[in-house]
């Protein structure tokens, strides 16, 4: 475990170092920023697209790292050693996935509750969209790490990257917004947070398997 936890410390300085988690918050503020320059200075209909809009920022702001996970470990010949560790490719996986969620996940759900203020949420509808937030965000990430592990191969393949990722995150978008929304009215929806919760689980089974048969074959 020593390995697993060595892995993902590094994938955490690296991406501090690099400043992606300052780019992470950055554009997320500055998609909530413009927002109301689009949608007009109408306070109850910024409050009434909150939820949706800020699921949107958070994942496009998580799209724009998402091709960082994998693509500099397969241009160094990194990915190479990695299918040489004592540990399985799947946990190694995981342990990147964990960094990259510590590093660039946790900075953007601790700057949500601003961007939300200034969408016009009251401060008593924040702990909703953050229960949601932390019980989907696992899933974009690892769900993410899916579309970045079959765009590996493909230089400057960000775009790629999101275009397969895309079609992942739609149900946890839907189910969180929508958590979110109910919030609004005064409600806690539990079976919305808690197939948030199942989506996370699952992924968090199935991707580090699904992502480790994609860097394989990218390595052949």
């Known amino acids: 475990m020593s390995v697993f936890w060595a ?8 991406a501090w170092r690099g400043g992606h988690a300052t780019l992470a918050v950055a554009f997320l503020f500055i998609g909530v920023t413009l927002m109301p320059f689009g949608l007009g200075p109408e306070l109850a209909l910024l409050q009434a697209l909150a939820p949706g809009l800020l699921w949107v920022v958070l994942i496009m702001a998580l799209l724009t790292s998402l ?6 470990d397969y241009e160094d010949g990194s990915l190479d050693q990695m299918l040489l560790m004592p540990l399985p490719l799947e946990f190694v996986v995981l342990a990147k ?7 660039l996940v ?13 969408l016009n949420l009251a401060p008593a509808h ?3 969209l953050l229960l949601a937030m ?4 696992p899933a974009l990430v690892l769900l993410g790490g899916i579309g970045a592990s079959l765009a590996v191969s493909v230089r400057r393949g960000g775009l790629l990257t999101v275009l ?3 079609p992942f995150y739609v149900p946890v978008m839907i189910f969180g917004a929508g958590a979110t929304k109910q919030a609004l009215a005064g409600e806690i929806d539990e079976a919305r947070l808690a197939i948030l919760g199942l989506i996370s689980l699952a992924s968090l089974l199935a991707a580090p398997v699904a992502i480790a048969a994609a860097l394989r074959n990218a390595v052949r």
């Open 7 to 14: 892995i993902c410390r590094q994938h955490v300085v690296l």
């Open 134 to 137: 932390l019980a989907g965000s």
């Open 97 to 103: 996935l964990l960094g990259h969620y510590i590093a």
């Open 67 to 72: 091709d960082r996970v994998f693509q500099a």
């Open 126 to 128: 924040l702990p909703m």
């Open 164 to 166: 397969l990722s895309l």
């Open 106 to 118: 946790l900075p953007l759900l601790l700057a949500v509750p601003l961007a939300g203020l200034l």
